[in-house]
């Protein structure tokens, strides 16, 4: 199956954990109580949400703008809460996601002394910036308060995990029928068929280096597989009892770290053969691996060169290594991940239709690539929307043109504020999927990194589906009812 090598990576093993300290409460101004709970609407309804004060007293004043899928500017006001509440609503005229961004513009003049910094026309926190690397999350969601040059302004508090100050509200109008942005391209079958084509004719030559654990009962190894232009790398878990397992192939977030190998064996502990693929052409011990953190961007306006040419590949060779072992079930083949790992979840499911069993997916990106040019916010991998070469490359890479390759049953979960993978985005990729799946919307989360316990709807339904599969049972996706 595969030529092992004899040394053992203990001491020299180095595991990076994403410890990052727990944040305290993030003061709350404002409480927002949507028309419709669900957050969904059809047509020709209002679309709204009232406004009260929240847990804390009101310190600022605010604004806030609506737009359509946080691009297009409908509608901008004030909140004026002397009377108690207010009201922030507009028709809902076509399909669209509606992002409402409520900021803050000044102190209130009868704020308590010390309650805030800001001043009238100051600079307000931005909805649409790209998401931050770990640190300046962390730095983010613990209150911790940036140097401002120039005595410049800090807000506090916020729903949007940054404890910056902002708030945002979303909600979805007729989301089933959200349409592709930009049309498929027309080779883009040839294009991956051929590449796969390319890839198969090279040998996998797998190579396994066992590491230490210390989960009784679990045995786990690095593995090496020989893929098209790089080397798949990952760490492959399993029961030490004799036995065909389901196969759980875990898909990693944007970023260059290490992966958790105590996690993958825990996971064997529940009985599934894991195999946990590094996003990358290096160790899964590594955190590093000499990988730019900027990778995203590499090769942006070629597809023969882009950084995710070769990682879709990667996960593709993956899936033919686990075909040639013996203590795979040889039918379950599960795809999980979140964020760019939902997002190369979604592009594997469609490069083999024919192996992937069942899709569970917790805020994906990488969908609707080219929608800044369509009136619709793009996220990540934020391909530079003003250059002609990078948004027909996108395409080749954007999971909404491979969604409608996948057989499997799919859940996905996302957030109505989410900015870094836009819910217009995870509709339209949903609508091109002609099997079952299942929607878990939410209405006030951000991506999962911001607001992580809110997305507990999606996090608590995937430890569902996975008990149930990994016991035998069958994932029959619930369907949607708006």
């Not at 093993?13 to 300290?21: E, H, K, M, R, Y």
């Not at 308590?112 to 999350?137: E, I, L, M, R, V």
């Not at 910056?164 to 883009?188: C, H, K, W």
Request: with cysteine; proline share 9%.
């Amino acid at each position: 199956m595969a030529r092992i090598r004899v040394s053992f990576l203990s001491a020299a093993l180095f595991v990076c954990s994403l410890a990052v300290a727990q944040p305290g409460p993030i003061p709350q101004q404002l409480t927002f109580t949507p028309y419709h709970a669900n957050g969904i609407y059809k047509i020709g309804e209002t679309v709204g949400w009232t406004v009260t004060p929240g847990p804390d007293t009101p310190t600022y004043a605010y604004k806030w703008t609506i737009r359509r899928n946080n691009a297009v500017v409908l509608k901008e006001g004030k909140l004026d809460l002397s009377s108690g509440k207010d009201t922030i609503e507009i028709a809902g005229d076509q399909p669209e996601m509606i992002y409402v961004a409520i900021e803050p513009y000044a102190v209130q003049a009868d704020a308590p002394s010390g309650a805030g910094t800001g001043q009238p026309g100051s600079a307000t926190p931005s909805a649409n910036g790209p998401a931050p690397d770990a640190a300046s999350t962390a730095a983010a969601q613990s209150g911790s308060k940036p140097a401002n040059a120039g005595g410049a302004p800090h807000w506090i508090g916020g729903n949007t995990g940054r404890n910056n100050g902002l708030y945002a509200v979303g909600a979805a109008v007729a989301p089933t029928e959200i349409p592709m942005s930009t049309p498929r391209p027309a080779d883009f079958d040839a294009f991956w068929d051929g590449k796969l084509a390319e890839q198969a004719k090279i040998p996998i030559d797998a190579a396994l280096t066992p590491v230490q654990t210390d989960v009784p009962g679990v045995e786990i190894s690095i593995f090496e597989l020989d893929a098209l232009g790089s080397k798949a790398h990952g760490y492959v878990a399993r029961p030490i009892a004799d036995g065909k397992y389901p196969a759980l192939i875990m898909l990693q977030y944007a970023g260059v770290y290490a992966l958790n190998v105590h996690a993958d064996a825990m996971r064997a502990e529940d009985g599934w053969l894991v195999l946990n693929v590094d996003s990358h052409d290096k160790l899964p011990s590594d955190p590093s691996g000499g990988i730019p953190t900027t990778y995203n961007a590499i090769g942006n306006t070629d597809r023969e060169k882009s950084y995710f040419l070769d990682m879709y590949l990667r996960d593709s060779r993956v899936l033919d290594y686990l075909a040639t072992r013996t203590d795979w079930d040889g039918k379950t083949v599960v795809l999980t991940g979140g964020s760019m790992g939902g997002q190369q979840s979604m592009a594997l499911a469609g490069l083999r239709p024919d192996k992937v069993t069942d899709v569970l997916v917790c805020v994906p990106s990488g969908a609707d690539t080219n929608g800044d040019l369509h009136g619709r916010k793009a996220g990540y991998p934020y391909w530079p929307s003003d250059n002609p070469d990078a948004m027909k490359t996108a395409l080749y890479f954007d999971t909404v043109n491979f969604a409608s390759r996948i057989r499997a049953p799919v859940m996905v979960g996302f957030g109505f504020i989410d900015t870094v993978s836009p819910p217009a985005g995870e509709w339209t990729m949903l609508n091109q999927i002609t099997g079952a799946k299942e929607p878990i919307p939410v209405i006030d989360s951000e991506h999962d990194n911001y607001t992580y316990a809110k997305m507990e709807p999606c996090h608590k339904r995937t430890a569902e589906i996975l008990d149930l599969l990994v016991k035998g049972g069958v994932y029959t996706p619930v369907a949607f009812q708006p």
